[in-house]
């Protein structure tokens, strides 16, 4: 990606949560919850808006819930490398 893509994203996204979706709260990763609802829509059509942005890859620990952005897994990391 281009240099300020991420930081355009955000910035975009930001903007169409607080215009659309006022007041709604942090989101969280519970896809049913109201909160997840509103920033998927500002997700979604900043995506529509910007299609430069590249999605983060994302792991999940799966004992206890830590979320890694950007960065491998440490164990799965350190599994896979046994292979």
Same mark, same amino acid.
């Given at each position: 990606?281009?240099? =300020? !893509?991420?930081?355009?994203? *955000? !910035? #975009?996204?930001s $903007? &169409? =949560? +607080? !215009?659309?979706? %006022? =007041?709604? +709260? #942090? /989101?969280?990763?519970?896809?049913?919850?109201? @909160?997840?609802?509103? $920033? @998927?829509?500002?997700?979604? *059509?900043? @995506?529509?808006?910007?299609?430069?942005?590249?999605? %983060? !890859?994302?792991?999940?620990? %799966?004992?206890? +819930?830590? &979320? $890694?952005i950007?960065? /491998?897994? %440490? #164990?799965?990391?350190? &599994?896979?490398?046994? $292979?």
């Open positions: 990606m281009p240099n =300020g !893509v991420s930081v355009l994203h *955000e !910035v #975009i996204e $903007y &169409l =949560g +607080g !215009v659309n979706s %006022p =007041g709604s +709260g #942090i /989101p969280t990763f519970d896809k049913t919850t109201a @909160e997840f609802k509103a $920033y @998927e829509k500002a997700h979604n *059509e900043t @995506e529509r808006i910007d299609p430069r942005h590249i999605a %983060p !890859v994302k792991s999940q620990d %799966p004992v206890d +819930g830590k &979320l $890694y950007n960065k /491998p897994h %440490p #164990i799965i990391q350190e &599994l896979m490398s046994n $292979y």
